[in-house]
């Protein structure tokens, strides 16, 4: 089980699962002890294929029944067969599984079967297009559309119905990078400001980070990590959630000096400087993002900056990772991780081995309690 | 050669004539095939639904059975049929046997299993996630299941012509419980069967072109339909 920050919001829980179990056959799919999601918030499912994201999804949206534990909507238990409860919530998938029809009869379909009538009906499909920017295309084919568009649709089919909650299973990881990126700022921008609860599953990190304020990241059908996804991202709680998330395990460390919002932790040795508040003594746990480490030359000379964490290390290892080298570093026997770009690494002539000088920023540094002084 | 100019010539003649007799064995023919593909239809879609698209014990047995039933020869079901309704069967009562409705209902056993098999197979390709999403946006099961019909509907109606162009080109069966009673019971398969044995080959190829036309008909239809579909999905 994963370590679990408090969520909280003035406007109360809207969606909450306790003790949430599904196998098919033998084999457990879920087994997630509970789920909360704050009115107006959206929560990303995160975790590898076959983590169980889709089918978790698919028990909170009410689609699926499962073998234990129960799904609350707004504080009243509900479950698969209760109708007026499901039709507080829509969802839209990864492939948009449009309907045979026009786009107007796809976005109405959900309005026709809460036999909305004709007007109101044109009336909100024609709103809802123009939320997705795809005013005007009422009567065109579903069967013709881009990738793109019909994943607007799939989007607008579900807005429509302005749901309690939204459901939205990795409704962008069939696009290509273009169109992706543009789509996850318009869907964080349309869900952001409908100010809708949102369960959102996916399994690429940023998208995770673009839409959420919370997460969970699953792993084998269990919750490995759950919080907000700054704590969760910042500083992982374990191991697995940490290489999955693309940065090295969290340090351990202890407190060792604490003055005006500045802490000091000794990290087996090295004393690591963060901003945030604690006592001398206590037990804490850090993590630093790889794009916030930056890595000079052994021997060059660093313009002045406002940067306190600055030491000498090698480079472990440097691995290609899309348009970045994941650099791991050695700092005395303490590993991070750094994001560079390929002029960066060639410039440098990075290779496992080399010299480097480390440098971060305090304020780069997430550190969470572990224990008392 | 020659026996096949004049039977040409003769069955033409007769189409053109359209004596009432040949009408009669029409209108017999299609109300059997009609009633039989109404029937199928009723009890084969549901059916083929829930063998596409549900997972329930028994449900491969069920498959098996079926496409077994699709290929039990009609003289198979036209015996079981006869004995069904024979004065000393179980419905014997009903004083069914050598009518339309005995043969609307032998021809009901031929057609469902193939509306059913087929259907099922059409309902099977509907993705689950398809169906998963019209749920999610509230469609009850009853809903959902139309929604899978109306994706898998060329699936459907192709299993709907292919019940029916069973129906229409069967003998077997209507044979043994029809009893080819003229101006009864007597269907162009039946009248063919007669008529060639009587040596009339310009009345017999006469029905088998009329034959010919209905399928022909039904599968014109059928293209024209799936055609304009893949255009309207093309844009």
Same mark, same amino acid.
């Given at each position: 089980?994963?370590?679990?920050?408090?969520?909280?919001?003035?406007?109360?829980?809207?969606?909450?699962?306790?003790?949430?179990?599904?196998?098919?056959?033998?084999?457990?799919?879920?087994?997630?002890?509970? !789920?909360?999601?704050?009115?107006?918030?959206?929560?990303?499912?995160?975790?590898?294929?076959?983590?169980?994201?889709?089918?978790?999804?698919?028990?909170? @949206?009410?689609?699926?029944?499962?073998?234990?534990?129960?799904?609350?909507?707004?504080?009243?238990?509900?479950?698969?067969?209760?109708?007026?409860?499901? *039709?507080?919530?829509?969802?839209?998938?990864?492939?948009?599984?449009?309907?045979?029809?026009?786009?107007?009869?796809?976005?109405?379909?959900?309005?026709?079967?809460?036999? =909305?009538?004709?007007?109101? *009906?044109?009336?909100?499909?024609?709103?809802?297009?123009?939320?997705?920017?795809?005013?005007?295309? #009422?009567?065109?084919?579903?069967?013709?559309?881009?990738?793109? +568009?019909?994943?607007?649709?799939?989007?607008? *089919?579900?807005?429509?119905?302005?749901?309690?909650?939204?459901?939205?299973?990795?409704?962008?990881?069939?696009?290509?990078?273009?169109?992706?990126?543009?789509?996850?700022?318009?869907?964080? *921008?349309?869900?952001?400001?409908?100010?809708?609860?949102?369960?959102?599953?996916?399994?690429?990190?940023? #998208?995770?980070?673009?839409? @959420?304020?919370?997460?969970?990241?699953?792993?084998?059908?269990?919750?490995?990590?759950?919080?907000?996804?700054?704590? =969760?991202?910042?500083?992982?709680?374990? +191991?697995?959630?940490?290489?999955?998330?693309?940065?090295?395990?969290?340090?351990?460390?202890?407190?060792?000096?604490?003055?005006?919002?500045?802490?000091?932790?000794?990290?087996?040795?090295?004393? !690591?400087?963060?901003?945030?508040?604690?006592?001398?003594?206590?037990?804490?746990?850090?993590?630093?993002?790889?794009?916030?480490?930056?890595?000079?030359?052994?021997?060059?000379?660093?313009?002045?900056?406002?940067?306190?964490?600055?030491?000498?290390?090698?480079?472990?290892?440097?691995?290609?990772?899309?348009? $970045?080298?994941?650099?791991?570093?050695?700092?005395?026997? =303490?590993?991070?991780?750094?994001?560079?770009?390929?002029?960066?690494?060639?410039?440098?002539?990075? #290779?496992?081995?080399?010299?480097?000088?480390?440098?971060?920023?305090?304020?780069?540094?997430? $550190?969470?309690?572990?224990?008392?002084? | 050669?020659?026996?096949?100019?004049?039977?040409?010539?003769?069955?033409?003649?007769?189409?053109?004539? &359209?004596?009432?007799?040949?009408?009669?064995?029409?209108?017999?023919?299609?109300?059997?095939?009609?009633?039989?593909?109404?029937?199928?239809?009723?009890?084969?879609?549901?059916? &083929?639904?829930? %063998?596409?698209?549900?997972?329930?014990?028994?449900?491969?047995?069920?498959?098996?059975?079926?496409?077994?039933? %699709?290929?039990?020869?009609?003289?198979?079901?036209?015996?079981?049929?006869?004995?069904?309704?024979?004065?000393?069967?179980?419905?014997?009562?009903?004083?069914?046997?050598?009518?339309?409705?005995?043969?609307?209902?032998? /021809?009901?056993?031929?057609?469902?299993?193939?509306?059913?098999?087929?259907?099922?197979?059409?309902?099977?390709?509907?993705?689950?996630?398809?169906?998963? /999403?019209?749920?999610?946006?509230?469609?009850?099961?009853?809903?959902?299941?139309?929604?899978?019909?109306?994706?898998?509907?060329?699936?459907?109606?192709?299993?709907?012509?292919?019940?029916?162009?069973?129906?229409?080109?069967?003998?077997?069966?209507?044979? %043994?419980?029809? &009893?080819?009673?003229?101006?009864?019971?007597?269907?162009?398969?039946?009248?063919?069967?007669?008529?060639?044995?009587?040596?009339?080959?310009?009345?017999?190829?006469?029905?088998?072109?009329?034959? %010919?036309?209905?399928?022909?008909?039904?599968?014109?239809?059928?293209?024209?339909? /799936?055609?304009?579909?893949?255009?309207?999905?093309?844009?």
């Amino acid at each position: 089980m994963g370590e679990t920050t408090a969520i909280t919001n003035d406007k109360g829980l809207a969606l909450r699962a306790e003790g949430i179990c599904k196998q098919y056959g033998k084999r457990v799919v879920v087994d997630v002890d509970h !789920v909360e999601i704050a009115a107006g918030e959206t929560l990303a499912l995160l975790g590898p294929s076959g983590a169980g994201k889709t089918t978790l999804l698919a028990i909170l @949206g009410l689609l699926e029944k499962p073998d234990a534990g129960q799904v609350y909507l707004d504080g009243k238990p509900v479950s698969v067969r209760d109708r007026v409860a499901r *039709r507080q919530m829509a969802a839209a998938f990864q492939s948009p599984y449009l309907f045979k029809g026009t786009i107007s009869d796809n976005v109405a379909y959900g309005l026709k079967l809460r036999k =909305v009538p004709v007007g109101r *009906r044109r009336e909100a499909v024609s709103e809802a297009l123009e939320r997705v920017d795809l005013e005007g295309w #009422e009567s065109r084919s579903a069967l013709t559309l881009s990738g793109g +568009e019909a994943q607007r649709v799939a989007l607008a *089919r579900a807005l429509v119905l302005k749901p309690r909650v939204l459901f939205l299973d990795e409704p962008l990881s069939s696009l290509d990078p273009l169109i992706k990126g543009r789509l996850t700022q318009d869907f964080a *921008r349309i869900i952001r400001e409908e100010s809708m609860t949102t369960v959102y599953v996916t399994h690429d990190q940023n #998208e995770a980070m673009a839409v @959420g304020d919370t997460m969970i990241i699953l792993r084998d059908g269990r919750a490995v990590a759950q919080g907000h996804v700054d704590d =969760v991202m910042g500083v992982p709680p374990n +191991e697995w959630t940490a290489y999955f998330l693309g940065s090295e395990p969290p340090l351990e460390g202890t407190v060792v000096m604490s003055k005006e919002g500045l802490v000091g932790v000794d990290v087996g040795g090295l004393v !690591v400087h963060a901003v945030g508040e604690s006592e001398t003594g206590a037990r804490v746990r850090i993590g630093v993002r790889p794009e916030d480490v930056v890595l000079f030359e052994g021997d060059a000379a660093i313009p002045r900056s406002t940067a306190r964490n600055h030491y000498s290390g090698s480079v472990v290892s440097v691995e290609r990772w899309g348009v $970045m080298y994941h650099v791991v570093l050695d700092i005395g026997g =303490v590993r991070l991780a750094s994001h560079v770009s390929l002029a960066s690494v060639r410039e440098m002539g990075l #290779e496992t081995g080399s010299e480097v000088q480390v440098v971060f920023k305090a304020s780069a540094v997430r $550190m969470r309690q572990t224990g008392l002084a | 050669m020659q026996v096949f100019v004049e039977a040409i010539i003769t069955a033409f003649a007769l189409l053109f004539e &359209g004596s009432r007799e040949l009408w009669n064995v029409i209108v017999v023919t299609f109300r059997v095939a009609i009633l039989s593909t109404i029937a199928g239809f009723v009890l084969g879609v549901p059916m &083929g639904f829930v %063998m596409g698209a549900s997972r329930f014990r028994g449900r491969r047995l069920l498959i098996a059975l079926t496409n077994t039933g %699709m290929a039990v020869p009609p003289v198979v079901i036209g015996l079981v049929v006869m004995m069904t309704l024979s004065r000393r069967g179980p419905l014997g009562f009903l004083g069914l046997l050598y009518s339309v409705d005995a043969m609307a209902i032998a /021809q009901t056993l031929i057609s469902s299993p193939i509306i059913a098999g087929l259907t099922a197979a059409a309902v099977a390709s509907v993705p689950y996630k398809l169906r998963l /999403q019209a749920r999610s946006l509230g469609a009850s099961k009853t809903e959902e299941a139309l929604l899978s019909i109306k994706e898998a509907r060329l699936g459907v109606l192709a299993a709907v012509a292919t019940g029916f162009g069973a129906v229409v080109r069967g003998v077997g069966a209507v044979m %043994m419980v029809g &009893g080819n009673i003229e101006g009864q019971t007597r269907v162009l398969t039946t009248a063919i069967v007669q008529e060639s044995r009587r040596g009339d080959f310009g009345l017999a190829l006469a029905l088998g072109i009329i034959l %010919m036309l209905i399928t022909f008909t039904m599968n014109g239809f059928l293209t024209w339909y /799936q055609h304009s579909n893949e255009r309207f999905e093309r844009g």
